[in-house]
């Protein structure tokens, strides 16, 4: 059937995932960490007008690196793959932040930006080095981080994604690739499949680089090696078409770190419940049955862990009818029960944080080395290694 690695698949070919961490939660959140796994979001207070960007690891420690005036957009809210760098812009798009090294950025744009930001490395890139925005912002307070960056051309008022080095921008009728080298030049041009397709999301799945489009009523998915040609593709070869036209289709194929991920939902059910969870790379594709009770999606987004082990998306806390947006939400974590997913602990981070006025900014505290035994992973119980770490607090 489907590539799988390790033998904990059940009778019907499906291997398990289970809920390790949820919390009350209406809005986007995304994973950001460098090693322990940990989730970023926004949480707005309305009384004092303060918006903080908030660390979240799976064991439940909480932390503000960052607040702000105003609300946040939900959609900006970016971080590179290493944890280093997160970018997010305020709800009247007029302000950018970027956060690196635990130091604060802000700039101001001239009017509030006509953009929303699309896809996952839409508004920073993977890699952290790269910003894409349409117009250049002024420098306003903390380190000049930009100078230090890329920007994007600022006349390039479509939509941009970045991946694996390159910018596909989302034009009328194509989808058009550059690459930076002493400036971006354009390297190639896809045709989309019909004239009203716009670009959803750009992911890397192992060695390829997949497509999600969009015409609000259809879908179509395609690999940026064979040219958007669907049909015998490899997206067919593996079986993953077989699955979007078995189920819905009107989903965004979302990845990183080598694999990608997508739901598995029922045709024309309004109410989203999540039937499974499919990820896929150059090894094949997995399909995972959530243990417990059943799941409706709050959103259309699924995030993975860097390691593939972890899976964050939104929920309502109940199966609604017809669902809304005002409905209670909840953030969820589920964990794949797969052999090379060893078990993990994970542990918040000691921090202190830097007040100046209007804003927070999360810095590690400084002083000593401490050594802590830990362990760091189990095999079903039968075996367990430990291994001493020096964390600088």
């Keep these: 059937m489907f590539a799988t690695s390790g033998n904990s698949v059940a009778a019907n070919g499906l291997l398990s995932a289970r809920i390790v961490a949820s919390f009350d939660f209406r809005g986007k959140v995304r994973f950001c960490y460098d090693h322990d796994p940990a989730i970023i979001h926004f949480e707005y207070d309305k009384e004092k007008n303060l918006t903080d960007i908030r ?10 690196i960052f607040q702000f005036t105003g609300t946040g957009d939900e959609r900006s809210l970016s971080c ?8 997010a812009l305020d709800g009247d798009r007029q302000r950018l932040f970027v956060l690196r090294d635990a130091q604060a950025s802000i700039y101001r744009f001239g009017v509030p930006l006509v953009y929303s930001v699309i896809g996952k490395y839409s508004l920073l890139s993977p890699d952290g080095s790269t910003i894409g925005v349409p117009g250049v912002p002024v420098h306003v307070s903390g380190p000049d981080v930009l100078s230090r960056m890329r920007l994007f051309p600022p006349d390039k008022s479509k939509d941009v994604f970045f991946e694996d080095g390159e910018a596909y921008v989302d034009e009328a009728g194509s ?8 400036g971006w030049k354009k390297k190639r041009s896809m045709r989309k499949p019909g004239e009203y397709f716009y670009v959803r999301e750009v992911a890397r799945c192992g060695s390829r680089t997949v497509i999600s489009l969009s015409d609000d009523k259809r879908s179509r998915f395609g690999t940026l090696d064979e040219n958007l040609s669907g049909r015998a593709d490899w997206l067919a070869r593996i079986g993953v078409r077989n699955l979007l036209a078995t189920f819905s289709d009107v989903v965004s194929i979302d990845g990183g770190y080598g694999r990608c991920v997508f739901p598995l939902l029922r045709k024309h059910d309004v109410r989203g419940v999540l039937q499974e969870i499919v ?7 997995r399909r995972f049955k959530i243990e417990g009770a059943p799941l409706a999606m709050s959103d259309d987004e699924i995030r993975l862990s860097k390691d593939g082990c972890y899976a964050l998306f939104g929920a309502f806390k109940r199966i609604p009818e017809v669902p809304q947006f005002t409905m209670p939400q909840q953030a969820v974590v589920l964990r794949f029960d797969v052999p090379d997913c060893k078990q993990q602990r994970t542990f918040g981070d000691l921090s202190m944080s830097y007040n100046y006025p209007g804003f927070t900014v999360a810095s590690p505290l400084p002083c000593a080395v401490v050594k802590v035994k830990y362990r760091i992973s189990c095999r079903g119980g039968l075996r367990c290694e430990t291994r001493w770490s020096s964390i600088i607090i």
């Design 175 to 182: 989808i058009d690739v550059y690459s930076y080298s002493d």
């Design 55 to 64: 660390s979240r690891s799976i064991n439940g420690d909480v932390r503000t």
């Design 80 to 87: 590179s793959q290493d944890g280093s760098t997160i970018a």
């Design 279 to 285: 990820s896929f790379g150059d090894d094949g594709v």
